[in-house]
């Protein structure tokens, strides 16, 4: 099957059925699932290595492992969560590699004035904002990232790091404490 | 409740935006409370706005996905090497909490190979003995105790066994170095308890074999690994004193460096 004549936009998108009809061997219906969720794992993984290309080896072996082991998937259970511990486990085994996680921070950023006038943040602020998470410790960074992106809760985080719901708890509250201590200043700064 | 303490349950809560009742009181009394949460729900906010270079690799994986004949590699089977130990370790990290333990514990069953060697095994053998051909390893720290395994095994003379443990202990040091950012307490205490054996009970026990050695050639061995385990008491000091939570880990890793440094430094100089 080629891409291209792929219909991504297949009636069947509920996500339970998708995994079983996966779990027979469909490998369009997994298609649809990495279709789904690509970016933001590749968000995630970006933000977790500062490289890109690592980034989408990452993404990309999450996703073939996943495929590979469909299998031991328990339908019924939390598709997102399971996907983002076999990322976040292969993360970690990529750590322990080599030290590539701590790369220069992207000079492509945000143009200032964006949103509400009130919301906005200067450019200076914003680089301020990415080397400050960029600099968080890994596990932090990782839990913060999957609240405030994915929206996950403390016991979605937990489930996917493979912690308790109290310890994920306290690494967003220690993510959100150093980005209050470095970005207050600046913040204060740009308002008076 | 105090100003304090609303703000460390705003950066507690799982919605800073919607926080319990009696936070929500203060903040309607408190300015200064309001325009610190705004804060919070700003920074948050803009955490999504941070760029991400674009990536083309779906396209590539979907391809071998949905056209495995043309990209045989997608979900294909692991190679034999793969079903290996990388099999073993990769098992039990996902089944391991942080997926570090499992390392750990890999090393661990290693350095049981290792220690009988090293205390009451082949003592003092000449010549290699047979080393089976080894799986690829893509675990480093595994890969590389295994790798020790394997040239103690084939090491001549003592002074090349000792040099082998003390690389040995090096690289346990290092990892627990590596991993002090991501691994549990409990992790790194393996590692740096590892670390204490090879020391303690591999390099200072064989160094002490060295005595009939000539002075200088007994030097030329045990003054590099000296000056080594001065470096790794420093840089274990140092760490244990900038993160307290692993004080524990790294200050056994001092102490074994400082004790075996000490007992290296007792053999006689001349």
């Known amino acids: 099957m080629r891409l291209a004549s792929f219909d991504f936009d297949r009636a069947e998108t509920d996500e ?36 890109r290309h690592l980034a989408e080896d990452l993404a990309q072996e999450t996703f073939l492992k996943a495929f590979a082991g469909l299998d ?28 590539r996680t701590r790369q220069p921070f992207p000079e492509q950023l ?12 200067s450019r200076e602020a914003m680089r301020l904002l990415a ?62 | 409740m105090n100003c304090k303490i609303v703000q460390r349950h705003l950066l507690a809560a799982e919605d800073p935006e919607s926080p319990p009742a009696d936070v929500q009181y203060h903040l309607a009394v408190c300015l200064a409370c309001r325009q610190w949460q705004r804060r919070l729900g700003q920074i948050a906010r803009h955490v999504l706005q941070l ?3 674009p990536s083309a690799a779906r396209a590539d994986l979907l391809d071998r996905i949905l056209n495995p004949s043309s990209r045989a590699r997608a979900a294909a089977p692991a190679t034999a090497e793969e079903r290996g130990w990388r099999k073993v370790v990769t098992t039990l990290r996902l089944r391991s909490r942080a997926g570090l333990s499992a390392a750990a514990a890999a090393a661990a069953l290693l350095l049981v190979v290792l220690a009988a060697w090293v205390l009451w095994g082949r003592q003092d053998q000449n010549g290699p003995t047979a080393i089976v051909e080894q799986p690829v ?22 002074q090349d066994r000792v040099k ?68 790794a008491e420093r840089d274990a000091t140092m760490l244990a004193l900038e993160r307290p939570a692993a004080a524990k880990p790294f200050g056994m890793i001092a102490k074994a460096a400082h004790e075996g440094g000490n007992q290296l430094s007792s053999l006689p100089r001349e």
């Not at chain 2, 990892?175 to 020391?199: C, F, I, S």
Request: glycine share 4%; with cysteine; hydrophobic share 45%.
């Open chain 1, 16 to 51: 339970h059925a998708l995994v079983r009809q996966a779990q027979r061997g469909d490998r369009p219906a997994f298609a649809v699932l990495v279709k789904q969720y690509w970016d933001r794992l590749y968000r995630w993984m970006y933000h977790l290595t500062h490289n």
């Open chain 1, 72 to 99: 031991s998937f328990r339908a019924g259970t939390n598709f997102r969560a399971w996907l983002f511990r076999i990322a976040y486990n292969s993360f970690l085994n990529q750590c322990r590699e080599d030290a």
């Open chain 1, 110 to 121: 945000p143009a200032a004035g964006q949103g509400p006038a009130e919301e906005a943040m």
């Open chain 1, 131 to 192: 080397r400050t998470v960029g600099r968080l410790p890994p596990d932090y960074r990782a839990a913060f990232l999957l609240r405030v992106e994915e929206g996950l809760s403390f016991r979605q985080i937990a489930d996917v790091l493979d912690i308790t719901e109290q310890t994920a708890r306290w690494r967003v509250f220690k993510a959100r404490q150093k980005l209050m201590s470095v970005l207050s200043p600046q913040l204060d700064r740009e308002k008076s």
């Open chain 2, 51 to 53: 760029p991400v270079p």
């Open chain 2, 137 to 158: 390893l893509t675990d480093p720290l595994v890969a590389r105790l295994l790798e020790q395994d394997v040239r103690l095994a084939a090491a001549r003379t003592p």
């Open chain 2, 164 to 231: 082998i443990l003390a690389d040995l202990a090096d690289d346990l040091r290092t990892e627990t170095h590596n991993l002090v950012r991501t691994a549990d307490v409990a992790d790194l205490r393996d590692l740096a308890e590892h670390y204490q054996r090879v020391v303690l009970q591999g390099v200072v026990k064989r160094a002490d074999g060295l005595r009939s050695l000539p002075a200088r050639q007994r030097r030329a061995v045990l003054d590099p690994i000296a000056a080594q385990l001065a470096r």
